[in-house]
Protein backbone atom coordinates (compact mmCIF):
# COMPACT_ATOMS: atom_id res chain seq x y z
CA UNK A 1 0.00 0.00 0.00
CA UNK A 2 1.31 4.01 -0.66
CA UNK A 3 2.34 5.65 2.47
CA UNK A 4 2.67 9.37 2.13
CA UNK A 5 5.52 10.53 4.22
CA UNK A 6 5.10 13.74 5.70
CA UNK A 7 8.27 15.40 7.84
CA UNK A 8 9.48 18.61 8.27
CA UNK A 9 6.67 19.62 11.61
CA UNK A 10 7.50 20.63 14.78
CA UNK A 11 7.25 23.24 17.03
CA UNK A 12 8.03 27.39 16.29
CA UNK A 13 6.98 30.63 17.42
CA UNK A 14 4.58 33.03 15.90
CA UNK A 15 6.06 35.13 12.87
CA UNK A 16 8.42 31.62 11.83
CA UNK A 17 9.09 29.25 9.76
CA UNK A 18 8.39 25.54 8.84
CA UNK A 19 8.91 23.72 5.67
CA UNK A 20 6.85 20.54 5.08
CA UNK A 21 7.75 17.95 3.05
CA UNK A 22 6.23 15.05 1.34
CA UNK A 23 7.31 11.67 -0.36
CA UNK A 24 5.50 8.83 -1.33
CA UNK A 25 6.29 5.25 -0.36
CA UNK A 26 5.84 3.90 -4.09
CA UNK A 27 5.09 5.16 -7.28
CA UNK A 28 2.33 6.84 -7.91
CA UNK A 29 1.35 7.40 -12.12
CA UNK A 30 -1.00 9.86 -13.48
CA UNK A 31 -0.43 12.59 -10.86
CA UNK A 32 -3.11 14.90 -11.34
CA UNK A 33 -2.60 17.52 -7.77
CA UNK A 34 -0.77 17.42 -5.04
CA UNK A 35 -1.33 19.41 -2.17
CA UNK A 36 -1.72 19.57 2.14
CA UNK A 37 -4.93 19.75 3.86
CA UNK A 38 -4.64 20.40 7.50
CA UNK A 39 -7.20 19.85 10.86
CA UNK A 40 -6.71 21.81 13.73
CA UNK A 41 -8.75 20.73 17.29
CA UNK A 42 -12.39 21.28 17.00
CA UNK A 43 -12.69 21.95 13.62
CA UNK A 44 -13.25 20.17 10.10
CA UNK A 45 -10.23 19.19 7.96
CA UNK A 46 -9.53 22.27 5.10
CA UNK A 47 -7.89 22.98 2.50
CA UNK A 48 -4.15 24.67 2.68
CA UNK A 49 -3.14 24.87 -0.63
CA UNK A 50 -2.59 22.60 -3.71
CA UNK A 51 -0.83 22.33 -6.89
CA UNK A 52 -1.53 20.54 -10.30
CA UNK A 53 0.45 19.27 -12.64
CA UNK A 54 -0.74 22.39 -15.41
CA UNK A 55 1.25 24.51 -12.67
CA UNK A 56 -2.11 25.74 -11.20
CA UNK A 57 -2.42 26.57 -7.36
CA UNK A 58 -4.90 26.94 -5.20
CA UNK A 59 -4.47 28.37 -1.09
CA UNK A 60 -6.54 29.17 1.65
CA UNK A 61 -7.64 33.08 1.59
CA UNK A 62 -6.03 32.33 5.25
CA UNK A 63 -2.09 31.21 3.83
CA UNK A 64 -2.23 33.59 0.62
CA UNK A 65 0.99 35.21 0.55
CA UNK A 66 2.63 33.26 3.31
CA UNK A 67 2.47 29.77 2.31
CA UNK A 68 3.96 28.44 -0.80
CA UNK A 69 3.51 25.19 -2.15
CA UNK A 70 5.80 22.94 -4.88
CA UNK A 71 5.54 19.69 -6.13
CA UNK A 72 7.02 17.11 -8.40
CA UNK A 73 4.67 14.85 -9.74
CA UNK A 74 7.51 12.58 -11.11
CA UNK A 75 8.94 12.39 -7.98
CA UNK A 76 5.86 12.40 -6.03
CA UNK A 77 7.02 14.85 -3.65
CA UNK A 78 5.56 17.74 -2.37
CA UNK A 79 6.72 20.68 0.25
CA UNK A 80 4.77 23.87 1.88
CA UNK A 81 7.11 26.37 2.61
CA UNK A 82 5.17 28.20 5.71
CA UNK A 83 5.66 31.59 6.46
CA UNK A 84 4.72 34.48 9.13
CA UNK A 85 3.14 31.43 11.01
CA UNK A 86 0.12 32.18 13.12
CA UNK A 87 -1.08 30.80 16.08
CA UNK A 88 -4.41 29.87 14.08
CA UNK A 89 -1.89 27.83 11.88
CA UNK A 90 -2.14 25.07 14.63
CA UNK A 91 -3.15 22.00 12.82
CA UNK A 92 -2.32 18.39 11.66
CA UNK A 93 -1.41 18.92 8.35
CA UNK A 94 -2.57 16.27 5.67
CA UNK A 95 -0.42 15.61 2.81
CA UNK A 96 -2.18 15.12 -0.15
CA UNK A 97 -2.21 13.36 -3.85
CA UNK A 98 -4.85 12.72 -6.52
CA UNK A 99 -3.97 10.82 -9.44
CA UNK A 100 -6.41 10.53 -12.74
CA UNK A 101 -6.34 8.23 -15.69
CA UNK A 102 -8.28 6.81 -18.36
CA UNK A 103 -8.63 3.38 -20.10
CA UNK A 104 -11.27 3.43 -22.90
CA UNK A 105 -14.75 4.32 -21.52
CA UNK A 106 -13.31 3.85 -17.51
CA UNK A 107 -11.73 6.57 -15.54
CA UNK A 108 -9.40 5.46 -12.47
CA UNK A 109 -8.74 7.98 -9.54
CA UNK A 110 -7.17 7.58 -6.64
CA UNK A 111 -6.75 9.81 -3.55
CA UNK A 112 -3.25 9.19 -1.23
CA UNK A 113 -3.45 10.68 2.51
CA UNK A 114 -0.54 11.02 4.54
CA UNK A 115 -0.93 10.14 8.26
CA UNK A 116 -0.10 13.85 9.29
CA UNK A 117 2.07 15.82 10.88
CA UNK A 118 1.90 18.21 13.85
CA UNK A 119 2.69 21.73 13.28
CA UNK A 120 2.21 24.23 16.45
CA UNK A 121 2.63 28.04 16.82
CA UNK A 122 3.06 29.39 19.78
CA UNK A 123 5.52 31.22 22.28
Known amino acids: QVQLVETGGGLVQPGGSLRLSCAASEKIYYINTMGWYRQAPGKDRELVATTSTSGSTNYADSVKGRFTVSGDSAKNTVDLQMNALKSDDTAVYFC?????????????????WGQGTQVTVSS
Open 96 to 112: YMYSSSRKGWDRYTKEY
